[in-house]
Nanobody, 123 residues
């Protein structure tokens, strides 16, 4: 089992930056890819980004390209999502996920989920 706890979500203004953190625990964390999905009200959950267990592979979804970066501190079992130039379209609950990289889409087969953290961007 892997437990995932997200933090860092908050209300920000358009154009701001925000960093989300996901802290993972469990025996298999180091062998799992970690990533982020998001779900806005009335919309389906969508893939944001994923990073492989060895940090060699990092894949950004279309919503993240050019603005977001994903990184991982394997020693601390933490994955970060740095979000820049936020717009109201980024308002959503952001979920951390752990699982395996695959061809996709999405490129992460999530076996474990966090409860999510709310990001609200005011225009």
């Amino acid at each position: 089992q892997i437990q995932l706890i997200e933090s860092g979500g908050q209300l920000v203004q358009a154009g701001a930056s925000l960093r989300l953190t996901c802290t993972a625990s469990g025996r298999q964390v180091s062998r799992n890819a970690l990533g982020w999905f998001r779900q806005a009200p009335g919309k389906e959950r969508e893939f944001v980004a994923v990073i492989g267990w060895d940090s060699r592979s990092a894949i950004l979804g279309d919503v993240a390209k050019g603005r977001f970066t994903i990184s991982r501190n394997s020693a601390k079992n933490v994955v970060y999502l740095q979000m820049n130039s936020l717009t109201s379209e980024d308002t959503a609950v952001y979920y951390c996920a752990a699982g395996a990289l695959e061809a996709g889409p999405p490129p992460l087969r999530a076996d474990y989920w966090g409860r999510g953290t709310q990001v609200t961007v005011s225009s």
